[in-house]
């Protein structure tokens, strides 16, 4: 009995440590972020952080892993027992409610840079972790918005597109955002008016109203 809650008692310490490490790496990125920074967040000493991963590489990995896993969670929570256009709008919606923490953001973003960085310096284990995790993620998204490659595809566009926005800082009243229509129907206010005309960019990025 004893050991059965020492190894939940490690089980839970892992979990921090994974939920810890996604808020520092999303901050500084791979190569930013320390153990030790990781350790104290957790609460516990480098030495007890290793007996639990043997290397910041696979805490890392276990990062980018946790963090296709909350939303792919989101994703299926969102839109199960639903079908047709209710599937794409609950997970839409669920994907605007999981943005609303933008370190969980952040650390997607960590994720493809940190893929790329490591690629770039010979080393494969990363991507492999990291395009596996998302390729999954990908692929049940395709299923549950009811098979169609391009259907998926176009909805995965739009999640990039988001983080982008997100990433930039855009506040959700920015007309940036007024594209995504419905906008109710994704979870977001109404296209703030742009006094004297439509608010939509024109090419240069400035508003098309006219004067």
Not at 30 to 56: C, D, M, N
Not at 110 to 130: H, K, L, R, T, W
């Amino acid at each position: 009995m004893a050991r059965t809650s020492m190894r939940m008692s490690a089980e839970e310490r892992r979990e921090s440590v994974i939920r810890a490490a996604m808020v520092e790496f999303a901050r500084a990125g791979y190569r930013g972020t320390s153990t030790e920074a990781i350790a104290r967040r957790v609460g516990v000493s480098q030495p007890y952080l290793f007996r639990l991963f043997p290397s910041k590489q696979a805490i890392f990995e276990a990062a980018c892993v946790r963090c296709i896993e909350d939303t792919w969670r989101a994703f299926d929570e969102a839109s199960e027992g639903l079908d047709g256009e209710a599937v794409h709008e609950a997970m839409s919606r669920a994907y605007f409610d999981l943005i609303e923490d933008r370190e969980r953001v952040m650390m997607q973003m960590q994720m493809y840079v940190s893929v790329f960085a490591a690629e770039n310096g010979g080393e494969s284990e990363i991507g492999e972790v990291a395009r596996a995790a998302w390729s999954e993620l990908f692929d049940r998204i395709r299923v549950r918005l009811g098979g169609d490659m391009a259907v998926a595809t176009q909805f995965m566009s739009y999640g990039m597109l988001i983080n982008t926005l997100v990433a930039l800082g855009y506040p959700r009243d920015h007309r940036i955002w007024s594209g995504f229509e419905p906008p109710k129907a994704l979870g977001m206010p109404d296209a703030p008016e742009v006094p004297g005309g439509s608010g939509e960019l024109g090419p240069s990025g400035e508003s098309d109203a006219s004067n």
